[in-house]
């Protein structure tokens, strides 16, 4: 019996058998729960509805987070559904490739810092908003993604670093507003893997090299790991976790300076 068995999970946002989301979805099914999707838009749907047949299940529906309908849609698709909910995965993030270029000030934008953080991380308030009636004291749990580059300057990660580092605020403030419900928030800060998302970023490859020489286990981090991470935190043995960002990135966020 899987540590998940009995639960249903909601995952927002995968777009892609090599993501983050996908190490997730996979996890949580392998450990006995049952798993819903959603799609941006119709070009993804087909796509998105395979991923559901790999975990057995036929259930997905569409969420554009920048549409309040949309997000409104998602819990009362899952009532209808379901019924309740016991997992919510939040794994959304977005900011125009040009803010990703080069120094922090030259490239920000009053219109894509806006974006950044709408997408990012007002996102998972939102979903919280709509959701949290159908996990209210079932012990449900809401997760969500972040990086290092909340807490730490990373490379032409600029606008999506002040984004995450709100996500990151949001966990704790959501903690405290769903704790009293029996509703725990956390986040997973991951490291660098080769995804689609990630390959926003400029100078990706340098990165993954230099985390790899430099982290305490010498290598990177794989979505699968990620995955096992997210289903744990999302179990009953993570009863007692809340408003936690955990490091999943083989030690590299302990680093100072490497011995080389």
């Given at each position: 019996?899987?540590?998940?068995?009995?639960?249903?999970?909601?995952?927002?946002?995968?777009?892609?058998?090599?993501?983050?989301?996908?190490?997730?979805?996979?996890?949580?099914?392998?450990?006995?729960?049952?798993?819903?999707?959603?799609?941006?838009?119709?070009?993804?749907?087909p796509r998105v509805e395979d991923f559901a047949k790999q975990l057995?299940?036929?259930?997905?529906?569409?969420?554009?987070?920048?549409?309040?309908?949309?997000?409104?849609?998602?819990?009362?698709?899952?009532?209808?559904?379901?019924?309740?909910?016991?997992?919510?995965?939040?794994?959304?993030?977005?900011?125009?490739?040009?803010?990703?270029?080069?120094?922090?000030?030259?490239?920000?934008?009053?219109?894509?810092?806006?974006?950044?953080?709408?997408?990012?991380?007002?996102?998972?308030?939102?979903?919280?908003?709509?959701?949290?009636?159908?996990?209210?004291?079932?012990?449900?749990?809401?997760?969500?993604?972040?990086?290092?580059?909340?807490?730490?300057?990373?490379?032409?990660?600029?606008?999506?670093?002040?984004?995450?580092?709100?996500?990151?605020?949001?966990?704790?403030?959501?903690?405290?507003?769903?704790?009293?419900?029996?509703?725990?928030?956390?986040?997973?800060?991951?490291?660098?893997?080769?995804?689609?998302?990630?390959?926003?970023?400029?100078?990706?490859?340098?990165?993954?090299?230099?985390?790899?020489?430099?982290?305490?286990?010498?290598?990177?981090?794989?979505?699968?790991?990620?995955?096992?991470?997210?289903?744990?935190?999302?179990?009953?043995?993570?009863?007692?976790?809340?408003?936690?960002?955990?490091?999943?990135?083989?030690?590299?966020?302990?680093?100072?300076?490497?011995?080389?």
């Amino acid at each position: 019996m899987g540590i998940l068995n009995g639960k249903r999970a909601l995952i927002v946002g995968i777009a892609s058998n090599k993501s983050i989301a996908w190490g997730i979805a996979q996890a949580m099914a392998r450990e006995g729960a049952e798993v819903a999707l959603t799609y941006q838009n119709d070009r993804l749907k087909p796509r998105v509805e395979d991923f559901a047949k790999q975990l057995g299940s036929d259930v997905t529906v569409q969420c554009d987070v920048a549409n309040d309908s949309e997000i409104q849609n998602v819990a009362n698709y899952v009532e209808n559904r379901w019924g309740y909910l016991d997992i919510m995965v939040h794994s959304l993030a977005y900011a125009p490739r040009e803010e990703l270029q080069g120094n922090y000030l030259d490239s920000v934008t009053r219109e894509g810092f806006s974006i950044a953080h709408e997408i990012s991380s007002y996102s998972f308030a939102a979903l919280g908003q709509v959701l949290r009636p159908l996990m209210k004291g079932r012990n449900g749990s809401m997760l969500t993604l972040s990086y290092l580059g909340a807490v730490r300057t990373m490379p032409s990660y600029n606008v999506m670093g002040l984004a995450k580092a709100s996500l990151e605020s949001n966990v704790r403030y959501m903690a405290e507003n769903l704790g009293p419900e029996g509703i725990r928030v956390n986040a997973i800060s991951a490291g660098p893997i080769r995804t689609l998302a990630a390959s926003g970023v400029k100078d990706l490859r340098k990165f993954l090299s230099y985390v790899e020489n430099t982290a305490p286990l010498r290598r990177n981090v794989t979505t699968d790991e990620v995955g096992n991470v997210g289903a744990f935190l999302c179990s009953d043995m993570a009863s007692a976790v809340t408003g936690e960002i955990t490091y999943v990135d083989c030690g590299f966020n302990i680093m100072g300076m490497a011995d080389v």
